[in-house]
């Protein structure tokens, strides 16, 4: 299959001499070499630097081996790294590129769906350590984002729903129309050329994202809404530690959040996202797979993982409340009052 990234590096990266080509050993195997090519009959000099696959890559031990590799490639202030994979890809090879030398330029190539509609856009870059996930790390825009839906043909399922978990987020954030399209490809099922239909809503959500980002790069305001179903998502992903995987875990999350605008369950359903019910003290995911036997939570656990969540404020968060489909509005809820969505 031909993926294209034909591009003009000279417009970007004028004095640029070399590019390093960073991927992790799944995409290189599928696309590491296509892509080498595709660069250098641009005249451009690549070198390849391929880490294993996998959020456990994602450490200060991978970073040093990146700009470690950066110096050993001589690389200059002039060239530039390109990003060839997923969010964790992505993260990595930003802060490496934000750093090396106080910071060079560098490209995304998002491969997954979740890094072309959400990790790819605005500029986080960085690596978790064993404190807490996206401890470390810095803002620093890619020069460029080459997006091409084509890479989805090879994403497993189940890498494909942490994307559409985002996905559903913009759509209820901004979009009551992407929303109303959404819904219906659910019912075309996973093999009833979903995946053909959604890339047709790629761009339309990366679009969304990117406004947001341009109005609001620092998270002052506007961009808070980006984090729709992720206070109780990150708070529910650390409390299974990480067997829940994101885009899972922010289905929970809008699910709490949203109780009060009941499309928001259908839509979720009509994905398979895991169902929550609520206990006394605990509650309960119930995954599409699996309803005979769901995985109980304990609330003051997750209460817990929130105090510690970066985006706490002093005795409040912030959290994304749905009204209706296309409308979300910023609820500054003290941290004593979140237990009440747990019920
Ligand atoms: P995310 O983008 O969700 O943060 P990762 O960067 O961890 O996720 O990528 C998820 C997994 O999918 C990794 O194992 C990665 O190697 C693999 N992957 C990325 N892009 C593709 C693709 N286009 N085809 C197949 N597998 C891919
Ligand atoms: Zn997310």
New binding site residues.
């Given amino acids: 299959m031909s993926v294209g990234i034909k591009i003009d590096w000279t417009s970007d990266f004028p004095k640029a001499r070399k590019a390093v080509l960073v991927t992790?050993?799944?995409?290189d195997r599928?696309?590491g070499d296509a892509i080498v090519r595709q660069i250098e009959d641009t005249g451009l000099q690549v070198e390849r630097i391929v880490f294993s696959?996998?959020?456990k890559s994602k450490t200060l031990e991978t970073y040093a081996e990146l700009v470690r590799g950066f110096a050993a490639l001589e690389l200059t202030r002039t060239d530039f790294a390109i990003a060839l994979?997923?969010?964790?890809?992505g993260d990595l090879t930003g802060f490496a590129a934000a750093t090396y030398m106080r910071g060079i330029g560098f490209v995304q190539i998002p491969?997954?769906l979740?890094?072309m509609v959400d990790?790819s856009i605005g500029g986080k870059t960085g690596v978790d350590i064993p404190e807490g996930k996206n401890l470390v790390g810095s803002f620093h825009l890619p020069k460029r984002i080459i997006r091409d839906v084509k890479?989805?043909e090879?994403?497993?399922e189940k890498?494909l729903k942490?994307?559409l978990a985002e996905m559903i987020k913009t759509a209820v954030l901004f979009d009551a129309e992407m929303f109303a399209a959404l819904r219906e490809l659910a019912a075309k099922g996973a093999q009833g050329g979903r995946k053909e239909e959604l890339k047709k809503w790629v761009e339309r959500c990366a679009t969304w994202k990117q406004k947001i980002v341009d109005e609001d790069f620092k998270e002052g305001g506007k961009r808070k809404l980006l984090n729709l179903g992720h206070t109780f998502g990150h708070a529910i992903e650390k409390e299974s530690d990480f067997a829940i995987p994101?885009g899972e875990a922010v289905a929970i999350g809008m699910r709490i959040v949203g109780k009060d605008v009941p499309e928001i369950g259908k839509i979720l359903d009509a994905y398979g996202f895991s169902r929550v019910e609520y206990g006394p003290r605990s509650l309960f995911l119930t995954s599409g797979k699996d309803s005979a036997s769901p995985l109980e939570m304990d609330r003051e656990k997750i209460l817990e993982a929130i105090r510690g969540d970066k985006k706490r404020s002093g005795d409040t968060i912030t959290l994304v409340v749905p009204r209706k489909v296309g409308e979300c509005e910023l609820v500054e809820t003290p941290m004593n009052d979140l237990g009440g969505w747990l019920a």
């Avoid at 992790?24 to 995409?27: G, L, T």
């Avoid at 994979?85 to 890809?89: A, D, F, R």
């Fill in positions: 992790d050993s799944n995409v599928l696309y696959a996998g959020e994979g997923g969010g964790v890809v491969t997954t979740l890094a990790s890479f989805l090879t994403l497993p890498e942490n994307g994101h």
